[in-house]
């Protein structure tokens, strides 16, 4: 199949974890993939065919590294529309310890870097990759976290803030995007098994999460793949939890 005639999606943080199923599942449905992250493409891992061509080595939390990032981006879209722009990397960085670092104990260093990768990244990509949205009426997904909404016994003040303010971005976003028939949508994951969660997260939270069990990065990927589809036509600035009932 030749470029023109499949959906791009731009998704950072693929090499692992939500983004690595996301990845998966897109390159199974015939999407071209442009991925993001800080390491080099590692073939054995990701089985997309686009591959490390279709890779840009980027640090998201420096933002002075975005405008290249975007250029990179759209030196491989060679002026093709895109259809959808992800923005799933993100960190939650804990005290030495594993413990959460509170709005106490949280360094300004910490909070910039959280910051610049959870937000900043995504709002400038989103401004940097319009026109292409715009020519693809692209679907933009923010990933969010059920952090942002409450206190979470392993996620940190900056995080849980971070994921909050993108959870507001999405909304101004969509209100934004919306004349210009891009959709805008965030998911909001709870405890999701990757490199991400805590050790203690099943003994600790399972046991007061409803479906009793921590969710897939395939079942997350799934909900993603649902929102960049026709069958979310209609679908704009929502955020949807997936989480096992873990909100109720
Ligand atoms: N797992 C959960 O339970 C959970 C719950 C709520 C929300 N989330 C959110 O879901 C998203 C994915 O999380 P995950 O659990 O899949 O995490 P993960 O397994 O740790 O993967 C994170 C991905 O982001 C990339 N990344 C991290 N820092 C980066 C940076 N500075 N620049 C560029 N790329 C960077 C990583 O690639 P490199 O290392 O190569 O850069 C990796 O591909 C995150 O936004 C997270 O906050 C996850």
């Not at 529309?81 to 804990?94: E, F, R």
């Not at 709005?103 to 937000?119: A, G, I, K, R």
């Not at 990509?125 to 679907?139: E, H, N, Y």
């Amino acid at each position: 199949m030749q470029h023109g005639e499949r959906k791009t999606v731009v998704l950072t943080g693929a090499s692992r974890g939500i983004g690595h199923a996301t990845g998966k599942l897109f390159s199974e449905a015939g999407w071209r993939i442009i991925s993001c992250a800080r390491q080099a493409f590692d073939s054995g891992q990701c089985p997309w065919t686009s591959g490390a061509d279709d890779h840009v080595q980027v640090d998201l939390s420096n933002h002075r590294m975005l405008p290249r990032a975007i250029v990179e981006i759209k030196e491989r879209l060679s002026g093709e529309p895109l259809h959808a722009l992800i923005n799933n990397a993100g960190a939650s960085p804990k005290a030495p310890n594993g413990t959460r670092l509170t709005s106490l104990t949280t360094s300004v260093e910490t909070w910039m870097s959280v910051f610049h990768l959870n937000l900043v990244a995504p709002i400038l990509l989103a401004q940097g990759l319009f026109r292409d949205l715009k020519a693809g009426s692209g679907s933009i997904v923010n990933v969010t976290s059920i952090a942002g909404s409450r206190v979470h016994p392993f996620a940190g003040s900056a995080y849980a803030t971070s994921k909050a303010a993108l959870a507001c971005l999405t909304r101004e976003m969509a209100h934004d995007y919306a004349p210009h028939s891009i959709r805008v949508n965030a998911i909001a994951p709870g405890e999701i098994k990757t490199d991400i969660l805590s050790p203690d997260t099943e003994e600790r939270l399972v046991p007061n999460i409803p479906l009793r069990r921590v969710g897939t990065p395939e079942e997350v990927a799934k909900v993603i793949f649902f929102l960049c589809s026709d069958a979310a036509s209609y679908v704009t600035g929502t955020e949807v939890p997936i989480n096992g009932g873990q909100h109720l």
